[in-house]
């Protein structure tokens, strides 16, 4: 163990850069979310300030939201049209993501803001309502000590590449697969 430890204090002695970090949460598995949000519990008991900006998700009724929109050091935004198996329509998802995404750029250049989370927003790179150079160019271009949270699955290479972060969430097993419904407090 002494010798894990003499590893791991030369690593730890060696991290001398502070900066903002770029963080995806990807995969097929649950948790996204979930993490995003409780990095954000984290931040704000450091005293951060965070804006969340939701791409897909329409609905204002998550355990989430009621439990952060009220704090004063969120900015809490549910862009989303809904799930794109329900509206069944491209141009009317691809203007929700526009909208979000000029959310998105505010927050990404406000040097206010120490968090800004994209949830679900893997979704509009995939269904290219977005370009990838223009996201990119936002990225890189947020104030130095300004992080960023995406989440989503298949988060495209690109995006990944840029990343400092990125955790893929597994699906091992899932209880909808059982035939069990979502449930309050677990999956929304």
Known sequence: MQRKK???????????????LFLIHTGNGKGKSSAAFGILARALGHGLAATVIQFIKSRSDTGEEAFFRTHPQVRWHVMGAGFTWDTQDDA????A???????AQQALADPAVDLV????????????????TEVLAAISARPGMQHLIVTGRAA????VDAADTVTDMTLVKHAFQSGVQAMPGIEW
């Open 117 to 132: 989370i994209l949830d679900e927003f893997t979704y509009a790179l995939k269904y290219r309502w977005l370009a990838t």
């Open 156 to 159: 495209p290479q690109e995006l």
């Open 92 to 95: 009317k998802d691809a203007a």
């Open 97 to 103: 993501a526009r909208a979000a995404w000029d959310m």
């Open 6 to 20: 003499a590893v791991i204090d030369a690593k730890v002695g060696a991290a001398d850069t502070a900066r903002g």
